[in-house]
């Protein structure tokens, strides 16, 4: 069973950072893209930022130049460093990776979610 932990959430106030981290575990054959959303109360869930294995990124606009997104493939870990919070960017925040396993000599991709984490900006 694939699982996807998250953890570095809390409480901080405007202008601060914090660091979120997920580690991936479980029976994987390679871990591809990998990514964070967040879920503001009363709306929709929305990218965050995104990398490739290679390294590759990309960034909603409104976290542009305050955020970034980095992975570690021999930890099956990635991380979301976020300075400059700002109370807007309080929400939910789910990590996600596109995982492939080997079924019979194929590979086969799965989208998985992570189980959300608090961030609380205050003002």
């Known amino acids: 069973q694939v699982q996807l932990v998250e953890s570095g959430g809390g409480l901080v106030q405007a202008g601060g950072s914090l660091r979120l981290s997920c580690v991936v575990s479980?029976?994987?054959?390679?871990?591809?893209?990998m990514g964070w959303y967040r879920q503001a109360p009363g709306k929709q869930r929305e990218l965050v930022a995104g990398?490739?294995?290679?390294?590759?990124?990309n960034y909603a606009d409104s976290v542009k130049g305050r955020f970034t997104i980095s992975r570690d493939n021999a930890k099956n870990t990635v991380y979301l460093q976020m300075n400059s919070l700002k109370p807007e960017d309080t929400a939910v925040y789910y990590c996600?990776?596109?995982?492939?396993?080997?079924?019979?000599?194929?590979?086969?991709?799965?989208?998985?979610w992570g189980q959300g984490i608090q961030v609380t900006v205050s003002s």
């Open positions: 990398i490739t294995t290679g390294g590759s990124t």
């Open positions: 479980g029976s994987i054959f390679s871990i591809n893209a």
């Open positions: 996600n990776a596109d995982i492939s396993n080997l079924l019979g000599g194929v590979r086969i991709h799965s989208n998985r």
